[in-house]
């Protein structure tokens, strides 16, 4: 038999619904020691990319095969400053060892990806849209010194423009656009957390590395004449797996 008691709100609490912003990572492989030396390579001299993020495990690209052991993997990735909290698509005894390690089940988390820029509408009568309010865009970091070996800038969830020189050595990374209106002679990471629309800008192109998105070049291969030294953006063409294309801007 069911019984009804007298409902009376707490005075100390309320439960609330609330969403959380969260990375994803996505895991591709269960061999843990090829997992840290990618992660060192990627992230290694980058220790403030991360600030406490929550992050959500997606077993999904592992189709269910490999064992995991959670308990180093987490370890892992806390080295790196983010804070797994959940894990979602992987097979029944994966996510028993996710949730036996401490994670939450998130079966309903949604990975983000790329907008796709859609064909134009073909012309017509258009309906008035109703207005809608934006939010403020971040305002670029902006940088006017010269940055030498072994300085680093950061520009966190925004573009960033570097007035002066980046000197071999030096590092500009961004999660958006990267401008530099000098020489660009160290490393420039643009698209940090996967936006492949990102691009990097120079008046100056004579990079150590470019990236965008996880997809790099580096002096190891020689720069088409056409780009190098002169004012040239980088950009990405084909997504997380395609290729980078640098393109000579032109003078006005």
């Excluded at 660009?184 to 492949?196: E, H, S």
Aim: hydrophobic share 50%; charged share 15%; aromatic share 4%.
């Amino acid at each position: 038999m069911t019984v009804a008691s007298a409902g009376r709100a707490p005075a100390t609490f309320e439960i609330k619904s609330a969403n959380l912003p969260l990375v994803s990572l996505l895991l591709k492989s269960a061999d843990l020691c090829a997992l840290a030396q990618e992660l060192n390579a990627r992230f290694g001299d980058i220790p403030d990319f991360f600030d406490h993020d929550p992050l959500v495990l997606d077993l999904s690209p592992l189709k269910g095969k490999g064992e995991i052991d959670f308990g180093e993997l987490l370890h892992l990735l806390r080295g790196y400053r983010v804070l797994p909290v959940a894990a979602r698509g992987g097979s029944a005894a994966q996510m028993a060892a996710a949730l036996s390690a401490g994670l939450a089940a998130a079966p309903d988390a949604l990975v983000a990806v790329p907008a796709s820029v859609s064909a134009p509408a073909p012309a017509g009568p258009v309906a008035a849209a109703p207005a809608v309010v934006e939010a403020s865009p971040v305002a670029a970091l902006v940088v006017d010194k010269p940055l030498r070996s072994g300085q680093q800038v950061y520009a966190r969830g925004r573009d960033l423009v570097v007035l002066s020189m980046v000197n071999p050595g030096a590092e500009v990374i961004a999660d958006g656009h990267i401008h530099v209106y000098a020489p660009l002679r160290g490393k420039a990471i643009a698209g940090a957390r996967g936006n492949t629309e990102a691009r990097i800008f120079s008046t100056c192109l004579e990079p150590e590395l470019i990236s965008i998105a996880g997809v790099y070049r580096t002096s190891d291969v020689p720069l088409p004449a056409g780009v190098l030294s002169r004012p040239t953006q980088v950009r990405l063409v084909g997504g997380a797996e395609g290729k980078l294309v640098m393109d000579p801007i032109a003078a006005a």
